[in-house]
């Protein structure tokens, strides 16, 4: 695509301008949510437990002469198992590859020792910083200030912009300063596409998401969820056949829960978001089987998609 578009209305060329954005931050500060509320649609999960996001998500925000890819990190926090640490890594790697970066913030919360240690890798970006603080609804309005003098102590941020990503607050005003810091480049995707995940991977996360909020924290993160067969079939239902992965014996009990019925609620919970994902009728099909400790196997790790390499 060229890197200009035109104006109808002054007849005169206006530079196309795109590029990639990375979000970091430390776990549960709303990544996930901003993401989902800039595109306007599910493609990352949400939790109120840390750490949700395992692999960067791109959801791509378009509109008539700029585009933005969005890459939903891993939060940063000391790992604990292999996969921790592929997350981490994940997070901070990202910051090499993009244009800009948002540090975002849980403003609510207040400055804490993870947002000390992200922003000392943040110093070491050549690319304009961003902070974003994030749960301006949950505070004070007198309350922003002295945290904004905090933060702007500790590092030379390109722009400072407050939102409230649940409630949509200032998120429009965050994109138009963002494009305005975007170089001349080429529209990398569709403007109708939101992410460059397979659905696949949309679909397994949505199953993920079901099984985090129903089971609370009986069983943390030692879930996984694999799409093994997707198809459209005859009658036009979406057949898909996934597979819960946990460590051990007692929480696949947990998941099926009594009789089948919280493993039934996943799916009913599951393919409704799927449907409207897809916009097909969705026959889901669910298993759980027991991996043990896949999290600290490099295998596994690797055939579920977390990668080290």
Known sequence: MNATTTNGSKGSKEKFRSGFVAIVGRPNVGKSTLINEVIGQKIAIMSDKPQTTRNKIHGVYTTDNSQIVFLDTPGIHKPTSKLGDFMVKSAISTLAEVDAALFLIDASEGLGGGDRFIIEALKKVKTPVFLVMNKIDKIEPEALLPLIVQYKELHDFAEIIPVSALKGNNVDTLLRVLGGYLPEGPQYYPADQVTDHPEQFVCAELVREKILHLTREEV?????????????????????????????????????????????????????????LLGSRVFLELWVKVKKDWRNQDRVLKDLGFRND
């Open 220 to 276: 943390p993160h030692s879930i996984a969820v694999a799409i093994e067969d997707m198809k459209v079939q005859d009658n036009g239902v979406v057949y898909i056949g996934a597979v819960i992965f946990v460590e051990r014996d007692s929480q696949k009990g947990i998941v099926i829960g009594k009789q089948g019925a919280l493993l039934k609620q996943v799916g009913k919970e599951a393919r409704r978001d799927i449907e409207t």
